[in-house]
């Protein structure tokens, strides 16, 4: 079982918790029912003292333990600060040492918008890369001047400890880690669950610390953008590697070291990325999709969008296409008596 936590804090926005939290309670859910067992997922709520926490918003909650008495975890949660992060920041001044503890522990330590300045201040990002909400970039950079701050990722990460930008940030990440510990499937599922349209991969979104996070490899960039191009045509890989002027095996291995992904798995990416485009903003027919994305055989690609995306391609257009805004046409006006 793992064990997460969110703790409560003055002025805490309380969609950066209960979010979070309510994915990993349903992939906890999907996990329990999968292997026939109990929660897979603890989840607690921690305040710096016993008794309700009311937030920002008003919303009061009932914590289920006190910072001191939290117990060992897999996931902790730093919520975004609603308005200006310096007041919260100096009434959890005191307990920045747990969260070095945590961090020293290997805990994976995950802040949502200003939340991150909470780690900024605590000296968990000095020389990281981190992120925090828009609106703060230039107060931050002025206040942290030591840490890399990523203005172009909603994601980061160094080590254990990630960042992201937005509530909508979380809900990536939370897909994420759902994957590492549940699996593909359940991370799909939950994902589909939540919010299929707008959802971007934790690979699209993040900075990593990794060498796979970017790259400056010219001829890998050549054969994505070749690639990308020839979307439409039935490529192969020998192709591509003979444009390239490299082997098979060569190109494979230079794809990989600069990806993360070999490049029939990168095209695979492209194509259902684009098929959701046209299932969301066209009426094109499946056959007709799979055409366009260079495949001839539309049950195959039907086959292929259910593996990446836990639902078929008609599923998914009745999914997206029920939350598109369709405002009825206005009422004719009445003539004249």
Same mark, same amino acid.
């Given at each position: 079982?793992?064990?997460?936590?969110?703790?409560?804090?003055?002025?805490?926005?309380?969609?950066?918790?209960?979010?979070?939290?309510?994915?990993?309670?349903?992939?906890?859910?999907?996990?329990?029912?999968?292997?026939?067992?109990?929660?897979?997922?603890?989840?607690?709520?921690?305040?710096?003292?016993?008794?309700?926490?009311?937030?920002?918003?008003?919303?009061?909650?009932?914590?289920?333990?006190?910072?001191?008495?939290?117990?060992?975890?897999?996931?902790?949660?730093?919520?975004?600060?609603?308005?200006?992060?310096?007041?919260?920041?100096?009434?959890?001044?005191?307990?920045?040492?747990?969260?070095?503890?945590?961090?020293?522990?290997?805990?994976?330590?995950?802040?949502?918008?200003?939340?991150?300045?909470?780690?900024?201040?605590?000296?968990?990002?000095?020389?990281?890369?981190?992120?925090?909400?828009?609106?703060?970039?230039?107060?931050?950079?002025?206040?942290?001047?030591?840490?890399?701050?990523?203005?172009?990722?909603?994601?980061?990460?160094?080590?254990?400890?990630?960042?992201?930008?937005?509530?909508?940030?979380?809900?990536?990440?939370?897909?994420?880690?759902?994957?590492?510990?549940?699996?593909?499937?359940?991370?799909?599922?939950?994902?589909?669950?939540?919010?299929?349209?707008?959802?971007?991969?934790?690979?699209?979104?993040?900075?990593?610390?990794?060498?796979?996070?970017?790259?400056?490899?010219?001829?890998?960039?050549?054969?994505? %953008?070749?690639?990308?191009? @020839?979307? $439409?045509?039935?490529?192969?890989?020998?192709?591509? /590697?003979? +444009?390239? #002027? =490299?082997?098979?095996?060569?190109?494979?291995?230079?794809?990989?070291?600069?990806?993360?992904?070999?490049?029939?798995?990168?095209?695979?990416?492209?194509?259902?990325?684009?098929?959701?485009?046209?299932?969301?903003?066209?009426?094109?027919?499946?056959?007709?999709?799979?055409?366009?994305?260079?495949?001839?055989?539309?049950?195959?690609?039907? %086959?292929?969008?259910?593996? @990446?995306? $836990?639902?078929?391609?008609?599923?998914?257009?009745? /999914?997206? +296409?029920? #939350? =598109?805004?369709?405002?009825?046409?206005?009422?004719?006006?009445?003539?004249?008596?």
């Amino acid at each position: 079982m793992y064990t997460a936590a969110a703790l409560l804090y003055p002025h805490a926005l309380a969609t950066s918790v209960t979010l979070p939290m309510e994915i990993l309670q349903a992939a906890s859910q999907m996990a329990s029912v999968r292997t026939r067992s109990g929660p897979q997922v603890r989840m607690l709520l921690a305040a710096p003292q016993s008794g309700p926490m009311t937030l920002a918003n008003g919303l009061t909650l009932q914590p289920d333990t006190s910072y001191g008495e939290l117990p060992a975890l897999d996931l902790l949660l730093l919520p975004a600060i609603w308005r200006n992060p310096l007041p919260t920041i100096n009434a959890m001044r005191g307990w920045f040492p747990l969260l070095q503890q945590l961090a020293a522990a290997g805990t994976r330590i995950c802040s949502v918008g200003t939340g991150s300045w909470l780690l900024a201040e605590a000296g968990l990002l000095e020389g990281q890369p981190a992120t925090t909400h828009w609106n703060y970039f230039d107060q931050f950079a002025r206040r942290y001047p030591g840490v890399q701050l990523k203005t172009r990722h909603l994601v980061t990460q160094s080590g254990n400890i990630y960042c992201v930008g937005s509530v909508n940030s979380i809900a990536d990440l939370m897909v994420h880690i759902t994957e590492e510990w549940f699996g593909s499937r359940i991370a799909r599922a939950v994902e589909n669950q939540f919010s299929p349209e707008i959802r971007r991969s934790f690979r699209a979104a993040a900075y990593q610390d990794v060498a796979d996070s970017s790259h400056h490899d010219e001829t890998v960039i050549e054969a994505q %953008q070749w690639l990308q191009d @020839h979307l $439409g045509q039935a490529v192969t890989m020998a192709q591509l /590697a003979r +444009r390239l #002027k =490299l082997s098979p095996r060569t190109l494979n291995r230079r794809f990989r070291q600069a990806t993360g992904l070999s490049p029939q798995a990168y095209l695979q990416g492209v194509r259902i990325n684009h098929a959701k485009e046209l299932l969301r903003h066209s009426n094109l027919g499946i056959a007709e999709i799979a055409w366009r994305l260079g495949l001839q055989d539309a049950s195959y690609f039907s %086959q292929l969008f259910r593996r @990446h995306c $836990g639902v078929s391609p008609l599923r998914y257009r009745e /999914a997206v +296409r029920g #939350k =598109l805004f369709d405002p009825a046409p206005p009422r004719a006006a009445a003539a004249p008596g």
